[in-house]
Structure formats: structure tokens, C-alpha cells
């Protein structure tokens, strides 16, 4: 049986009011304020703790997410991709939400690798260290060799961090239906679709069948590429829990020192690295969506290894197109082309002013893309955009936050590498390369059978519809429906404006009659009625000028 969000609430009490407390404390429950719920009420009273009255609004949202456990976690991290959503400053601070987490014990980790994969860990392999090399919120890893001699690590999912994920799930979505029913302040968010995505995204993540396939599908998409790596996997050393994959030895890029003392050229490591990327999403698309300095290797010979495929992300042909046209719109300078790409990405809201948001668009292009290049700095740029964009509400799809969130930090790791890169400089030959794909003759040929297979449709239903159309007509029985859309507002305003006209010409009719009452030789009811019509036209002249339908110096 299907519980409504109360429900669900009710039987989740106790971890419910947890999060509420912990939301509480650091001041982020606000929004709860008109829920119909009196236990929540109560919870909510415990705000305002001042260990948190001076901390800005994302570092009390990244501290309360750690505290809540694995689920908020990686929410925070979803959450640090949409910048179009929580401004670059919230997202930055999240994106430094560590998944740290105490480790099981050896015998569970034991247990756990013994009946995913249905044999003794001796079997299995010829040395394994009981202490992990890392804990995080959802697997820890540990260092083994197989029995053939190869270094690998093993990936072990926490003992039943499943059944705390979906039960934490349950409550995200309900209080992200009650968030969207009572708080103004959260409904232009869509707190419930980001929900579903989050959701979609984590029950990835806690398969580790879906990361095995991300790594070899890189590994094949880059086969023959000596710049990068990608670690081999283990398919039948592979299940939803466990994941067995080569161990790459080399530097890691958070590892400034042994990165310099390497005497390796860090300039190509970085240009490398981003190439990888940018290949992945302009050539592929599909690309591996967490591109920090912790995830990238320098190996021998300044090979580029890469690693923790399981955050990623895959563009459909429409999509990438749109994409494109966004970022090369900004490169070329192309304003109304920038103006069209941003409002057929996002859903913008119906009474968007086109006009207003070209404007500033067209002040984005002159402040961060009217320059060179090599001095552009395209996070920054993006940042830019994505404010453009939150402010008139147009919310972009999760693929594409994904995206362009991947873009920033892919420049922000190849800066810390090399402080002279340029992102947009190496984007540009993909440029070239997109037009070239767009007009080539496969390409072209698909579009033309695509539109050949839509007209043969229209062709071939055509006749029957204008019969039908052309039946109804004579028996009667054709009708037209007609949606006006906004037009409650305009006969509001004709009306009001019917009615201030005639409260004034009544009134000055009274007054020229001298019409009694009379106090001090003016008509009371001339007098008020002319008051009356005077306040009626203020607020009619209000309304007509916030609507922008007259010039204004405000």
C-alpha cells in the first residue's frame, strides 16, 4: 500500500526527528514552518544553536549533511553539481563534503566477499590486508593479490548500508513532497524531481555491476590511447557488493609535492588530463562526471590513470547538440544564438522576459567572453551563466548541470596543475570537430530518413483526419476550444479601469448638482467618489507599470 508523505513520516519517527533536530540546529528547518504536522513543530523549536550562528548558509548545509550519514553524503555531492540550483558558492562548499565512514570489521568484510562471490577468501586470493586503504560511506577498499600475481583492490559494499539508504530515501522524498506543497521559497527548486534523480543516481552507485561496466566501457572508448589509463576489472570477481579491479600505481594529483619532485611535465599532465575528458564528453558521450585531483594518477611515462568511475554521466545525441550550442554560442560571441541555446536546455517559466535576459547574456559575453582564449577563464564563465540563469528561474536539466558542473571542476583541477591552462583553449578544436560531425554525410542522411519516415507519417494520416474534420463540420458537431493563457489579468485591469472611469464621471456629475449631503458647500458623496476613483486609477496605474507596459525610471 502506497503511504502519503505524513505517513511515511510517522513510521520513520525516529530517524525523522534526527534529521529534523540536526536541520534544526544548524537553522536550515525554516521551511517546515507550514507543515500541519504538530510533532515536527515541536522539533523545530530546539533551533538556533549558537555554535552555528556565524557559519555561512552552505558551510551549516555541508556540516549538517556529514552529520547526517551516508544518504545526505552523497545528496550534498549531487547537490554540489547544481550551481544553477544553489548558486557556485553553496556548491563549492558541498563539493568538499568528505564520504569518510568507520570501516567494518575483517570477519564482515569476510562474510560479505565469501557469499557474494561463493568461495573462500584463501580461494579468492593469495594475500589479502585485512586493514582497508580507505572508508567511505558506501564500500571500503582494501589492497590483494590474485593468484595469477596481479595487484589488485577490492571494493566491499558496508554491511547493510543498503537497507539505511533506502530507508533514508523514503524520508528525503517525503519531506521533499511537504517542501513542495508548503515552502514558496523551495517549490521553484523542484525538490521532488531532484529527489527522483538523486535517488536514480545512488541506487547506481550501490551497484557495483554499473562501475564495472563504466570502466570498461572507458577502457574500450580510449583503447590504443597511450595518454590514458583506466584499471582492468574482474568480471567474475565482480557482483552488486564486491568489486575487484587492478591497482595502478603512480602519483595521485592531490599529491603536490611528489608531483614536482617528479622532474614529470606538469603542463602536458594537465592538458592530457582535460583532453581525456573533453574527448569523453564531445567525442563519446559518456564521460566520467568527478574529475578532482583525487581521481586522476600520474603513471609512467606521464600516462594519465584515472580512476573511481562511479559518479558518470551520458548524453543523448539532442542533448550534446544543445550543449554545444551553448558553449560555442559563448565562445563565438554569438548572443542571440547563446539566448536561444539557454532557453531550449532549461524549462524556463512561461512569462519569462526574453528581451531582459538577453540583455544580460549579452553583458556576460562582454565581461568574460570578449577576450582571448588563453586569458579566458571558463569556470568562472560558466559560474557567470549559471547565475544568468538562476535568476530567471530557468532550471536545466540534471544531465546538464552535470555536465557543466564537470566542466568547472575539470579547470579548476587542470589549474592546480598548471596555473597557465586554459580550458577554452582546448576546447576549441572540438568545435571544428562538432560542425564537421554535424554535416557529415551520415549524419545528414539520418536527419533526411528521419524527416522522410515524419512526412510519410503526416502524408499518410492527413487524408483521414481532414475527412473526419470535414464529417463534423457537416454534422454539426465540430468544435473549437480556445485556451487563453494569462488572460485573467488583463480583464481584471479593463474592469478596474470601467469602474474608476465611471466612479470619477458620476462623481463629477454629483459635484456640478451640488447633490446634498453638502458640508462646507461640497457634495459628500461627489467628494468620496472622486476619492474612491482616485485610488482605484493609483492601483490601476500600479499595476500597468509593474507589468512593464509603460516606461519606467524605477
Known amino acids: 500500500m502506497k503511504l502519503d508523505a505524513l505517513a511515511r513520516l510517522q513510521r520513520d519517527a525516529r530517524r525523522v526527528a534526527e534529521i529534523l533536530g540536526v536541520l534544526a540546529r544548524y537553522g536550515l528547518a525554516d521551511w517546515l514552518q507550514g507543515v500541519p504536522l504538530a510533532w515536527v513543530q515541536g522539533h523545530l523549536r530546539t533551533a538556533g544553536g549558537e555554535a552555528v550562528a556565524d557559519l555561512s548558509p552552505g558551510r551549516r548545509l555541508r556540516m549538517a549533511l556529514s552529520e547526517l550519514g551516508p544518504t545526505f553524503i552523497k545528496l550534498g555531492q549531487i547537490l554540489s553539481t547544481r550551481a544553477d540550483l544553489v548558486g557556485p558558492e553553496v556548491a563549492d562548499e558541498l563539493a568538499e563534503l568528505q564520504s569518510r565512514a568507520t ?42 593479490t590474485l593468484p595469477g600475481g596481479e595487484d589488485v ?31 514558496d521559497r523551495l517549490r521553484p527548486f523542484q525538490p521532488t524531481l531532484l529527489v527522483r534523480h538523486f535517488r536514480r543516481q545512488l541506487i547506481r552507485e550501490l551497484d557495483f555491476e554499473h562501475e564495472r561496466a563504466s570502466i570498461d566501457e572507458f577502457a574500450s572508448n580510449f583503447e590504443g590511447d597511450s595518454t590514458a589509463r583506466f584499471p582492468r576489472t574482474w568480471r567474475e570477481l565482480t557482483t552488486r557488493r564486491v568489486l575487484v579491479m587492478e591497482r595502478l600505481r603512480g602519483i ?89 541555446a539557454v532557453l531550449r536546455l532549461g524549462a524556463a517559466p512561461s512569462e519569462i522576459d526574453r528581451d531582459r535576459l538577453r540583455a544580460e547574456l549579452e553583458e556576460f559575453v562582454g565581461e568574460f567572453v570578449g577576450r582571448s582564449l588563453q586569458d579566458l577563464d571558463l569556470s568562472s564563465a560558466l559560474n557567470a551563466l549559471g547565475g544568468v540563469i538562476r535568476r530567471f528561474q530557468v532550471t536545466l536539466p540534471p544531465a546538464v548541470a552535470l555536465l557543466l558542473r564537470t566542466l568547472v571542476v575539470l579547470e579548476g583541477t587542470s589549474r592546480q596543475l598548471n596555473p597557465a591552462f586554459s580550458l577554452a583553449e582546448l576546447v576549441q578544436p572540438f568545435y571544428v570537430r562538432s560542425l564537421k560531425r554535424r554535416w557529415s554525410p551520415r549524419r545528414v542522411a539520418r536527419r533526411v530518413a528521419r524527416s522522410y519516415r515524419d512526412w510519410e507519417r503526416l502524408l499518410g494520416t492527413l487524408p483521414r483526419d481532414l475527412s473526419d474534420v470535414l464529417d463534423r463540420v457537416r454534422a ?30 458620476s462623481s463629477s456629475l454629483l459635484w456640478a448638482m451640488k447633490a446634498p449631503p453638502v458640508w462646507h458647500d461640497i457634495p459628500v458623496v461627489g467628494a468620496l467618489g472622486y476619492l474612491g476613483g482616485l485610488y482605484l486609477g493609483w492601483r490601476l496605474f500600479r499595476a500597468v507599470r509593474r507589468s512593464g507596459n509603460i516606461d519606467s525610471k524605477d
Not at 571494493?155 to 517542501?179: S, T
Not at 559518479?311 to 550543449?323: K, S
Not at 473549437?480 to 464621471?505: I, S
Open 252 to 340: 595521485p594529483g592531490t599529491n603536490k609535492d611528489a608531483l614536482g619532485a617528479s622532474g614529470a611535465d606538469l603542463g602536458r599532465f594537465a592538458r592530457d588530463g582535460a583532453a581525456i575528458f573533453l574527448s569523453m564528453i564531445f567525442r563519446d558521450s559518456f564521460y566520467h562526471a568527478d574529475p578532482h585531483p583525487g581521481n586522476l594518477m600520474l603513471l609512467e611515462g606521464g600516462v594519465v590513470g584515472i580512476i573511481d568511475c562511479g559518479m558518470t554521466g551520458r548524453l543523448d545525441e539532442v542533448t550534446r547538440d544543445d550543449v554545444e550550442r551553448l558553449l560555442f554560442a559563448a565562445i563565438s560571441h554569438d548572443v542571440a544564438d547563446l539566448t536561444e
Open 476 to 505: 454539426g458537431t465540430f468544435n473549437v476550444h480556445l485556451d487563453h493563457r494569462h488572460l485573467d489579468p488583463v480583464v481584471n485591469r479593463l474592469v478596474l479601469g470601467v469602474v474608476t472611469a465611471a466612479m470619477l464621471v
Open 153 to 183: 583492490v577490492v571494493k566491499v559494499q558496508h554491511e547493510g548500508i543498503r537497507n539505511r539508504i533506502d530507508a533514508d530515501l523514503e524520508i528525503l522524498a517525503a519531506l521533499a513532497d511537504m517542501a513542495e506543497r508548503h515552502s
Open 103 to 144: 570501516a567494518d570489521g575483517f570477519d564482515v568484510v569476510r562474510q560479505t566477499i565469501e557469499g557474494e562471490l561463493g568461495r573462500r577468501l584463501e580461494e579468492l586470493f593469495v594475500e589479502f590486508n585485512p586493514t582497508p586503504l580507505a572508508s567511505a560511506s558506501i564500500a571500503q577498499v582494501h589492497a590483494a
